[in-house]
């Protein structure tokens, strides 16, 4: 069974067992989160958070059945539909998002896939916001091998595609695309040469095992996805998953430092639900290996912290987005 010693002696894994990560989460708090921090460090400027910024470049009347999500034509949520947006517009909001200090721009849209017109036009979207000297992310839905490689002609940068849960949870949340469906396009992503960014989502009834069974999926795949968004369920009015049980705020603490261990070298990303988190619990999150935040008061459809209370956390903390220098040396 893993131990501190043997987690901070060991390369990387790829092939971790159930009862290994299961051991993991059994851990005293503080040696995980030592664990955590460690290779945190031996990896990565402990004081730096990479910063995103998201938009919702089509919203709405989605055909799949997530049962978290807002934007499924399933469930009457309130929100509205849009269409695509103009290629003005989206670079018009990329720009804003670099002046106010964001260095990657992704962009999500409410598809079970994209048709042939709608991923030109998003290729065109990508092109634009690399121009702009940002990074670009985009998450359409599932991709075949062909639209991958067409995206990374565009000069796509990342793509996301979220495994969301356990393979056993999975199917008590969606029924229109089964998780290998998830493996087959994050195949295909990663072989068209885009970063992958890949994660999953806390508080949707899951148990501590189901947690460890969407990390173990994610540290298995290889190489490890580059990012890692963490997600807490955003509780959504209409959705089956509107009154789901609150997580523990130290369960949720336990999966961030749980996917820094098994993927140190991995930006994670402290992802939708900042809402509801104090600062405090998000410090917790920082020193248990999260090193990524999405900015700007929006998430797709919902809210998320103002820019400038989140800098101020940062200020508060010693800490700062992850292109601008360092304060003063503290080691
Ligand atoms: N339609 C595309 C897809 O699902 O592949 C892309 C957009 S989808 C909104 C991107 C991810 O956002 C989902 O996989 C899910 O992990 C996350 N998400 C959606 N609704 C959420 C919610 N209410 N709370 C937390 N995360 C959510
Ligand atoms: C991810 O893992 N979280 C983001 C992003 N990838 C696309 C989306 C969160 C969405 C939260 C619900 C909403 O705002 O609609
Ligand atoms: Fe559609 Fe994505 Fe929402 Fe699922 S998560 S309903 S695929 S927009």
């Known amino acids: 069974m893993p131990t501190v010693s043997s987690v901070l002696a060991q390369a990387p894994r790829h092939d971790w067992s159930a009862t290994e990560v299961r051991a993991l989460f059994a851990w005293p708090f503080p040696d995980l989160v030592f664990a955590a921090q460690s290779l945190h460090r031996r990896h990565f400027d402990p004081r730096a958070v990479q910063i995103s910024t998201l938009l919702s470049i089509k919203t709405g009347g989605c055909p799949e059945d997530c049962a ?6 399933h469930f009457d949520t309130g929100v509205e539909r849009q269409k695509l947006m103009d290629l ?18 992704c962009m999500g849209a409410a598809w079970r896939s994209p048709r042939p017109r709608d991923l030109e036009r ?3 979207m990508v092109r634009g916001v690399r121009e702009l000297g940002l990074e670009t992310c985009v998450t359409l839905g599932m991709l075949e091998a062909q639209q991958a490689a067409y995206l990374a002609e565009c000069g796509l940068d990342y793509y ?3 495994l969301d849960t356990s393979p056993e949870h999975y199917g008590a949340i969606i029924s229109t695309r089964t998780y290998q469906d998830r493996l087959d396009t994050l195949a295909h992503v990663r072989e068209a040469g ?24 994610l540290a298995n795949l290889s190489p490890h996805p580059e990012s890692v968004p963490v997600n807490q369920l955003v509780r959504v009015e209409g959705t089956p998953l ?4 609150a997580v523990d705020p130290f369960d949720f603490v336990r999966v961030v430092a749980v996917a820094r261990i098994l993927m140190p070298r991995s930006h994670v990303r402290l992802s939708a639900g900042r809402t509801a988190m104090s600062p405090e619990m998000q410090a917790l999150c920082f020193l248990a290996g999260a090193n990524s935040i999405f900015y700007g008061e929006r998430l797709l459809t919902t809210p998320n912290p103002e820019g400038d209370t989140d800098l101020a956390l940062l200020h508060r903390l010693g800490m700062h987005p992850e292109h601008e220098a360092a304060g003063v040396a503290s080691a």
């Not at 978290?68 to 034509?73: G, L, M, R």
């Not at 970063?195 to 969407?214: P, S, W, Y």
């Open 242 to 245: 509107a009154a789901a049980e």
């Open 122 to 124: 998003v290729g065109a």
């Open 194 to 217: 885009i970063k992958v960014c890949c994660g999953g989502i806390v508080g949707m009834g899951e148990g501590e095992d189901d947690r460890a069974e969407l990390l173990r999926a």
């Open 68 to 73: 978290y999500c807002p934007q499924s034509v």
């Open 88 to 105: 003005e517009t989206v670079l018009a909001a990329a720009r804003r998002a670099r002046e106010a200090g964001a260095t990657r721009f």
């Open 160 to 162: 996301n595609h979220n």
